[in-house]
């Protein structure tokens, strides 16, 4: 909705947010940094949905991620609780699930869950969730306090070694895994011809960029191939993929046209046979992704 030069109208996010809890989808992901000017643009456009339509208020679940400075991971004691005092000041409510936005390589991890369950005590917030974090990294936190989620990348260009052991120690530990950009940043959905088509951050993915392109468009369309032979969409089947990983693995698209939306909803009733994932995952082979998921700084902090 807003992390774009120019933010999509707020009764076009109404709307979409309107259906989304209308058809069960009952949790919300937002971010302090989610925003242009102003950086926490999202969660003041959550605050006004919220007074807008108060009846809608209490019927979402809703994750907001943080913890940074300056766009770089800082989990000391005062920008933490700088965070979480921002975003509920921004929200005009307590948030339901509060995720450390990147592991900082500065403050052990249990240091961090140590601060994380002083705040949660303290009515800041009710869950503790982490994002971009190794599987190491989650057993050890799950050793301080309750880890409730834990939120990575999830789809057909992103899957890698450390995607299957995080969803595999989550398992473990009874944790929740939240697959973020399970469409591959829209790019899987085969709906774009070049990176100029993205209007966002995305086109300055390495991924996005001609000499990835090519390579990774290969992919695209043996999705697509694939998606068509069951008479649904690419982005449905990604969706009906990610949420067979497990019980507990949500996949988690974006959307800002209700129609969009709803294709993304009905991907809930396809049902993929043990067929249709070995294909699936023989196309992964076939078509290795080209380029990292992210360059200079953010990769530095992936699988913190």
Known sequence: FSWKPNPVPDEQCFETIKAAIDNGCNMLNSGEFYGVNPPEANLELLARFMSKY???SDKFFLSVKGGLHNMVPDASEENLRRSVDNINSKLGRVMDLFEMARVDPNVSIETTMERLE?????????????????????????????????????????????????????????????????????????????KND???????????????????????????????????????????????????V????????????????????????????????????????????????GAKLMWG
């Open 198 to 248: 993205f209007d966002d951050f995305r086109r300055d993915y390495v991924r996005m960029q001609d000499e990835h392109w090519e390579a990774n468009t290969k992919l695209a369309n043996s999705l697509k191939a694939l998606a068509e032979k069951k008479g649904i969409t690419t982005a449905q089947l990604c969706i009906a993929w990610v949420a067979s990983l497990g019980e507990k």
């Open 118 to 194: 002083k705040l949660r005590l303290e009515g800041k917030f009710k869950h503790i969730g982490l994002s971009e974090a190794s599987a190491d990294t989650l057993r050890r936190a799950c050793k301080v306090a309750k880890v409730a989620a834990i939120e990575i990348e999830i789809s057909p260009w992103s899957w890698e070694e450390e995607t299957r052991k995080v969803i595999q120690g989550a398992k473990e530990l009874d944790v929740a895994v939240i697959g973020y950009s399970p469409l591959g940043r829209g790019f899987l959905t085969g709906r774009f011809n070049s």
């Open 250 to 297: 949500i996949p988690l698209p974006g959307a800002s046209h209700v129609s969009r939306l709803l294709e993304n909803i009905a991907a809930v009733d396809v049902v993929l046979t043990e067929e249709d994932v070995q294909e699936l995952h023989k196309i992964m082979q076939d078509n290795p992704v080209s380029g990292g998921r992210y360059s200079g700084h």
């Open 54 to 56: 108060p009846s809608y």
